[in-house]
């Protein structure tokens, strides 16, 4: 995919105001226009201008470019990195049908959504607020034990002189035990303010974990290394699986090798309906360093009639 400098096509400073914004798409919009225009192409012309209109023009969506735009040339090969949206504070966004440049930044962006119409009493006309979305980064330690935690996150907003700010705020939060890649817990309360009587929209945080060294999440399921010895995976043994602080140990069946799967039922996440863990075995041999390292795998070279590569001769 290739990058797209919007400020480019509008042909706008990159801190331009909203209003410099909508004066050039409307000089553009009046040239490129299908239905007015003889310039050559348009109709593609157009379809770029209203893209980078759709962002530059919205304040939510022109902080989330800012963001993640920083350094790249037009047409530069581009891929936004994983969860390059957390932390931000989103509405909902439109499906508006553009290329997939946009469609790779704001697809998924802003789950929030209006949750109820506008209605009117003898105090006068109300509505319910907005639901808001953020996408948040846990530990995945925290789904073991539950946690509090100090969230902070970006809310763009756009100041009196046109231009897209973000502030900061912190919000306390209870991560309940269980939770699992892609929950959604809701704040009640914590969205958009609502209009005369109307009560405030809730915020949704989307869990999303941070990478672990040890641990690959795939949904409630945990897929982990669990390296052996030699002879415990040839003879079989309990061994300890170092998960936390579950006090965890699994029976390696005798004739192990490198490669295989164990499958420990409920042992991963502990949602609702608990994970599985997959432990992936790696069989690892000590150094040959010592005289007596050394001497042992000579015995066992010498005694014990075994050829790995039997199966590979053609």
């Known amino acids: 995919m290739q990058y797209k400098d919007y400020y480019q096509i509008l042909g706008v400073n990159r801190d331009a105001a909203i209003a410099d914004i909508k004066k050039a798409y409307r ?4 040239k490129y226009h299908p239905d007015i225009s003889k310039e050559k192409d348009a109709e593609q012309h157009m379809k770029e201008i209203n893209e980078a209109y759709a962002v530059l023009s919205d304040t939510e969506k022109r ?6 735009g920083r ?3 037009p047409g530069q090969e581009f ?3 994983p969860n390059w949206d957390a932390g931000f504070e989103f509405s909902s966004t439109d499906a508006a049908d ?7 930044l704001f697809g998924k962006m802003g789950a929030g959504r209006a949750r109820g119409g506008p209605f009117e009493s003898q105090t006068g006309f109300h509505t319910q607020g907005e639901d808001h979305h953020a996408k948040v980064l846990l530990d995945i330690g925290d789904a073991f034990s539950g946690a509090a935690r100090q969230i902070s996150l970006r809310v763009p907003r756009m100041d009196a002189g046109g231009h897209v700010i973000l502030d900061t705020r912190t919000l306390n939060v209870k991560i309940p035990k269980g939770v699992y ?3 959604i817990i809701r704040l009640a309360g914590q969205g958009a303010p609502g209009m005369g009587s109307g009560k405030p929209g809730d915020l949704l945080l989307e869990v999303h974990f941070n990478p672990h060294p040890r641990l690959r999440v795939d949904g409630s399921n945990l897929h982990m290394n669990l390296p052996l010895t030699p002879w415990e995976a040839a003879l079989g043994a309990m061994v300890p699986v170092n998960l936390f602080d579950t006090g965890l140990k699994v029976r390696i069946p005798e004739g192990t090798q490198s490669g295989q799967q164990l499958r420990l039922r409920g042992k991963g996440i502990p949602s609702a309906t608990p994970g599985d863990l997959l432990l992936d075995i790696q069989v690892v041999l000590p150094p040959a360093k010592s005289p007596k390292a050394r001497e042992l795998y000579e015995t066992m070279a010498r005694e014990l009639a075994f050829d790995p590569r039997t199966n590979y001769r053609s």
Do not use: C, I, N, V
């Open 98 to 104: 553009f290329g997939d440049f946009f469609s790779q």
């Open 27 to 30: 000089k553009l919009a009046r």
């Open 71 to 73: 350094g790249y040339r």
């Open 63 to 68: 902080a989330a470019y800012d963001q993640l």
């Open 79 to 81: 891929h936004p990195p």
């Open 181 to 183: 890649e892609g929950q």
